[in-house]
């Protein structure tokens, strides 16, 4: 009897967000990731939906990284009856536990302040949690693990975040590999994104597949001029940052900028904490950085310390900052811009012309940062009409997300073995252009796949 392999993309296609596919093959029902949908006004119903598959029936939930658009239903599919092993590496699962645990805070304080009769119910609670941590195995880079007699997989460092992974399955002797996120390679902590070289299909995000960032040069010199510009100007540099990847690379740059005299030494607030105790699995994560970064690291130098860096911890700290005198830096999550302690800052800080507000990464459709990123005259921040006088700029360069240059650079390693490429993980107008790139470029079989449709491999 021959063995039939097919790939459902339940989520993450038309949309950045919520990633969430389905490979089966042989009566075995593998999940790679399960993430949140996030940035539109319907995201929350959305994500409160139960699943478009039988969810007890499901045997396997790979995790590729730690993100909350990858990771944020886990708890919610053990709620609804997952009862199956999940998989990811160390890292991906200390970050997670992490990253879900601050959600379900997030939750609770929500459902507590809903206001008209609108709650927003928690998706899991702590019962839920736990048991999704009961539930959780790791494996390494580099090694090959059989899942059950018909499938093993083997995965490979994504160069995304600390941890990520991408994961090639075999199947009757076919390779399908989901890459999650690539990372932007060259990136200024982690490792480069390995080679895919032998895959029959492949899975790829697209969230810059329309677009390319900066040269690292250019990145790099904008940060510092920017920086510099705004301090010259007694102003405060206001950055939206994700707590995971994002905020250890700019408190790596600073340190460099500070360390080595090319920007005038001021108080940084790092008011995130999240974003601290994330940074602290970083600094115990030596092994995964370049070994540049780890031949700093043995040198003496903490890599994501340096003179006048303050650690803000409650919410009166964080309230506190304002009445420092400019200039200086404040880091706050989250990254979009999307709830936590920037929205503060951002009140505070658009409408003053002195201060620059600096996005760092990609604004999703519907977040507040894209509409600050379009620089209109007014935003609405918890129900107060704030005006943008404050500088505005954006460097997509430090994106942890390859662009299109790179992605297509990626495929093109395994253009010789691939039968089909889904590009998932964007908008549709990234993902579609990127169609026809590898299509015209690299003349394989790209595929833009529909939600929910079935595709036998």
Not at 293 to 319: A, C, M, W, Y
Not at 328 to 344: D, F, L, N, P, Q
Request: glycine share 8%; proline share 4%; aromatic share 8%.
């Amino acid at each position: 009897m021959e063995k039939k392999l097919s790939i459902t993309f339940w989520s993450g296609v038309g949309t950045v967000t919520g990633a969430n596919f389905l490979l089966e093959g042989n009566n075995t029902n593998i999940l790679v990731d399960c993430g949140l949908e996030q940035g539109t006004p319907e995201a929350y119903t959305e994500n409160s939906k139960p699943f478009a598959y039988d969810v007890k029936s499901m045997d396997y939930l790979f995790i590729t990284h730690a993100h909350m658009d990858h990771i944020g239903r886990v708890c919610k599919l053990v709620k609804d009856g997952f009862k199956g092993t999940i998989y990811s590496t160390e890292e991906t699962k200390e970050l997670a536990h992490l990253m879900l645990l601050d959600a379900l805070k997030v939750m609770d304080m929500k459902e507590k302040a809903s206001i008209e009769g609108v709650r927003e119910m928690p998706l899991y609670n702590v019962e839920d949690f736990n048991k999704a941590f009961s539930l959780w195995k790791t494996i390494p880079y580099h090694k090959n693990t059989e899942i059950n007699k018909d499938f093993s997989v083997y995965l490979k460092d994504a160069g995304h975040i600390l941890g990520s992974a991408m994961y090639e399955f075999s199947f009757n002797g076919k390779k399908i590999v989901f890459t999650g996120d690539s990372g932007n390679s060259p990136a200024p902590l982690l490792k480069d994104t390995e080679e895919i070289t032998d895959a029959d299909y492949l899975v790829v995000d697209s969230v810059y597949g329309d677009r390319n960032h900066e040269p690292k040069d250019e990145r790099d010199e904008k940060f510092r001029q920017i920086v510099t510009e705004t301090i010259k100007n007694n102003g405060a540099v206001v950055i939206p940052a994700f707590s995971i990847e994002r905020t250890q690379v700019i408190l790596y740059e600073l340190n460099n900028l500070v360390e080595g005299g090319l920007i005038p030494s001021v108080p940084v607030f790092l008011d995130s904490p999240l974003g601290q105790k994330v940074t602290e699995v970083y600094a115990r994560s030596k092994k995964d950085f370049k070994p540049e970064v780890q031949q700093e690291i043995k040198g003496g130098d903490n890599v994501f310390d340096f003179p006048k860096l303050n650690i803000t911890h409650g919410s009166r700290d964080s309230q506190a900052i304002v009445n420092t005198a400019n200039p200086k830096i404040i880091i706050a999550g989250s990254g979009m811009s999307t709830g936590g302690r920037i929205m503060s800052h951002e009140i505070n800080f658009l409408p003053d012309p002195k201060s620059t507000i600096l996005l760092m990464g990609y604004q999703a459709i519907g977040t507040l940062g894209r509409q600050i990123q379009e620089r209109p005259k007014y935003v609405e921040i918890n129900g107060r009409q704030v005006s943008i006088k404050a500088r505005v700029e954006m460097i997509s360069g430090y994106s942890s997300h390859k662009d299109s240059d790179g992605i297509v650079d990626m495929v093109s390693n395994t253009a010789k073995t691939v039968k089909k490429v889904f590009v998932v993980m964007g908008e549709p107008k990234a993902s579609t252009y990127l169609v026809q790139r590898l299509r015209e470029e690299l003349e394989v079989e790209a595929v833009y796949p529909e939600r929910g449709k079935r595709y036998d491999l």
